[in-house]
Every structure is written in C-alpha cells, then in structure tokens.
C-alpha cells in the first residue's frame, strides 16, 4: 500500500494541483490536513471520479482532515475518544445562558482503508509557549496517544500520518537559533511526539532521506 500525507492549506484553492497529483503519482491512500472546508463542501465527486472513496472531517475556514482512499473506507471516526476542547470554547461554553453542544475542533479522522486503520491528524499550532493554545496542544497529544494506544491493542497495522507541528530535532530546521523561545521545538512538545513513537510507531520520514536536513517541518 501506497500512503501520502498532505497539509493542503484548502483544499478547493489546491484541488488542481490535488487532481493531478493524484492522477500522477496514484498513491492508494492519500490523508490531507488544513483542508479548510465543511465536511458537505468537500470536492468529493472530483476525488471520486479519479477512484478515490472520501472521508472527510471540516467545519468551515479553519482546520479540517480528510482520508482518501482507493482501498475502501469502513469505520470513519471523526476525531477520537477524549479529544480536548480549547480552553477558550470552554470558557465561552461558560458564559451562554443557553448551553450548546461544542466539539473539538476538526483535527482527526480515522477510517479504515483496506486492512490498514489510517489517521489524518493536523496537531494544534500551540502560538506562545507561555499561552492556553501551547497547553491546549499538549493536553491534545496526550488525549492522542492514549487514543492511539487502545486502537494499537486491536492488532491492526496503523498509520498515523499528519502535520504534527513539532520540529523533532535540531536537524528538522534550518537554523535552531531563529526558533529559540518558541512552540515547536520546545522539550514538552518533542516529548509529547516522543511518547507517540514510544508506543511502537516508526517515523518513516527520515528513512528514504538519507541526505542532510530531511526537514519534515516548513515555515
């Protein structure tokens, strides 16, 4: 199987490159992030007329995760168990006089693509070490890992492809100094991305990329 990961920053301003792409290269399943789109407004008859079946996972301008897959797709999570809300949706929860149903926001989908259980996952930015968007970030990772170590007990291979926002070395930039103070390679965040892979994934990236700086990070 043929698996690529793809933070398309909207995925209606990217949809040509996407068709053509996927006309080119054919991968068997494709995960995309920032897809920025509600989950009805997804260009999904354009994905399916190249054999492409679509889950997708949005909520409007920001955010949102999709799956495509030409090896079938069964058993589409959107998000996962004990996925946080921002502090700040919390608070403003709060403060209504008529409570409403809030969700987290649209950062993972999961579905199962042939025999392989496949997570598209856009990670939260984390803005300012010293803010509740950093703390929201790592209480995600840790609601992910727990998420990811109870669908692991079920014996399926799994993929967990995504943007993770974190640099997890120096090597993952080009000049460390420049992100010095900042999120995205703070300690927390690296070990947050550490206890990921401790659970017994393998983070493919590198391996083919035997080159200096096999970024895996752009800003």
Sequence with gaps: ??????????????????????EDTEPD?????????????FPAAEVADLGYAV????????NGVAVLSRAGIEDVSNGFPGEPLYEGE??????LTEP???????????????????????APNGRTPDSAHYAYKLRWFAALRDA???ELTQGAPLVACGDYN?????????DPAVFAGSTHVTPAERQALAELRDLGLHDVVPTPMKGPHPYTYWD
């Design 55 to 62: 889950a997708a996972h949005g909520d409007g301008r920001w």
């Design 100 to 122: 409403v149903l809030l969700t987290p926001e649209a950062r993972a989908i999961g579905a199962t693509c042939g025999s392989v259980r496949v997570w598209s996952l856009y």
């Design 1 to 22: 199987m043929r698996l690529a990961t793809w933070n398309v920053n909207s995925v209606k301003a990217r949809l040509p490159r996407l068709l053509s792409w996927l």
């Design 90 to 95: 919390a608070e403003a929860q709060a403060k």
């Design 148 to 150: 990811l170590a109870a």
């Design 29 to 41: 399943v494709v995960c995309l992030q920032e897809t920025k789109c509600r989950a009805d407004r």
């Design 166 to 174: 974190v640099a997890p070395t120096d090597e993952d930039v080009w």
